[in-house]
């Protein structure tokens, strides 16, 4: 029999107090728990699962249902972590622990049972004892961001919780993940600035933020947004979603890659947007709520709807090793049943907290509930790209007019480790700035993505910059450029 936890008097009341903006960090102050999650979020959650209430309990039962959400589970570290060619791959195994972290984590605030916050805090704290270093090709980048943001989440549900190593694994963060993150964004691993997809940015992108909050370091809280809002590679906002059309859609780049790293691109901005939310700080209205519009479209195409494309041509390769382009004309072939945990996230803050006309949104969100997460997607690594969950924890009501209106505004939330409860392609376009690749600088676009997205299609890529050459990896083979 679950052990639901009590609920705080007034914490977690379904009324509309709890779609208000969200905690922050105006001053110095970071907001804790102030990740994907608040301590109101987790309240919520909580109650809503203690009086049986849909569709909170479905997404609970997918919580609980999860192999990786059992208080059994047991951590495999390691002192080091390959992703990528040339070297032994066993980053699977930090994947693994990590989503069995987080959902034991989740899991310990929605049933108060501290089972489950014991073995969040024991898998956490052997990695943070013994992991010294990322490694392996390009592929090393996708690590850093996604394990990274990831990693930072599942400490921040148990930050404060009896035996819990924050220090240590602060420090693991700092050490591993951050200079490998800001290495990428700062210099895309020696490549032309629009050689890699917007989903390498925005994995790191989420990591640098992720493990700012976790550190309460505001410099790289604020290196991640400005990069989110101005950077020059593909992961910035106007670069990833380049062209604004008069229908209220607007062009995912990866749109013309495939479908799903379009929707990695979708569940990775999210993730930054709601992370900065709940410190104050309004990502998803930025630029007339541009990622609003870029989800928008992604949502529709994604369920077989025509969008507009605009042609865009893409540079790739290294200077003074290899280069060329490729053009992408229209809209990639879509697969309807193709799911991924991503939607009722973005769908919950725009129609829920905004209170915002988000059809397409609404109804790809129906149509994938109840939403699980890592384990519930296939065993591969995409089917661990985001940490899910979303019926269960971004399910909210909806806002009066003065919270849907209101900016993200300070908060006196504290930090603590007891459960939240308490113990068309003819449509007029308007291109974003000269100063995106995307809007007329040369017509320069970028080039590669990861090698190991199973399950999605045209994986294909610069790798690595390794032995002075630049290699080109494709799905299963690793090849040179300069042999084809």
């Not at 609920?7 to 509309?16: F, I, Q, R």
């Not at 989110?228 to 990866?254: Q, T």
């Not at 410190?279 to 992604?298: E, H, M, N, T």
Request: hydrophobic share 40%.
């Amino acid at each position: 029999m679950l052990k639901i936890a009590g609920v705080a008097a007034g914490a977690a009341g379904t009324g509309t107090a709890l779609a208000a903006a969200p905690a922050s960090a105006a001053g110095s102050a970071f907001a804790h728990p102030g990740m994907l999650h608040t301590r109101a979020d987790l309240a919520r959650m909580a109650a809503k699962v203690k009086a049986g209430a849909q569709p909170y309990t479905a997404g609970f039962a997918k919580l609980t249902a999860n192999a990786h959400a059992q208080s059994t589970w047991k951590a495999n570290p390691q002192a080091t972590v390959y992703r990528g060619s040339g070297s032994p791959e066993n980053y699977r195994t930090l994947y693994n622990d990590i989503h069995a972290a987080y959902q034991n984590a989740l899991r310990w605030h929605v049933s108060g049972d501290t089972a489950h916050a014991d073995t969040a805090r024991d898998i956490l704290n052997a990695w943070s004892a013994k992991l010294t270093k990322l490694e392996g090709s390009a592929d090393r980048f996708l690590a850093s961001g996604l394990y990274g943001y990831q990693f930072a989440n599942a400490a921040e549900l148990i930050r404060g919780y009896d035996g819990f190593e924050l220090a240590r694994f602060q420090q693991m963060m700092l050490d591993v993940f951050h200079p490998l993150s800001e290495d990428f964004l700062a210099n895309h691993n020696g490549a032309y600035i629009t050689n890699y997809w917007a989903n390498w940015d925005l994995t790191n992108i989420a990591s640098v933020l992720a493990i700012g909050i976790l550190c309460d370091d505001r410099a790289k809280v604020n290196r991640a947004v400005d990069y989110f809002r101005h950077g020059e590679g593909m992961g910035s906002v106007k670069n990833a979603i380049p062209v604004v059309y008069d229908d209220g859609l607007a062009e995912w780049v990866e749109a013309g890659r495939d479908q799903g790293h379009a929707l990695l691109g979708v569940g990775l901005m999210g993730t930054i947007c709601e992370m900065a939310w709940n410190q104050g700080i309004d990502l998803y209205g930025y630029d007339d709520s541009r990622f609003l519009k870029g989800a928008q479209y992604v949502a529709k195409w994604s369920m077989g709807g025509d969008v507009p494309f605009t042609a865009y041509t893409r540079k790739k390769g290294a200077p003074g090793i290899w280069s060329g382009t490729e053009t992408a004309s229209a809209a990639a072939a879509v697969d309807p049943a193709m799911a991924r945990p991503i939607w009722a996230m973005v769908a919950g803050h725009y129609t829920k907290r905004r209170g915002l006309d988000a059809q397409y949104l609404t109804r790809i969100a129906a149509r994938f509930a109840p939403e699980g997460g890592g384990g519930d997607y296939g065993p591969n690594s995409g089917g661990y790209d985001q940490l899910g969950f979303g019926t269960l924890a971004f399910t909210r009501p909806r806002a009066t007019t003065a919270e849907a209106t209101a900016s993200p505004t300070p908060s006196t939330t504290a930090s603590g480790a007891s459960p939240a409860g308490g113990a068309s392609a003819a449509a007029s376009a308007t291109p974003s700035s000269s100063s995106s690749p995307l809007g007329g600088r040369s017509g320069d676009l970028a080039a590669t993505g990861s090698s190991d997205l199973p399950a999605w299609t045209a994986a294909t890529g610069v790798a690595a910059l390794a032995g002075g050459l630049l290699l080109l990896r494709r799905r299963g083979q690793a090849r040179r450029d300069a042999g084809e």
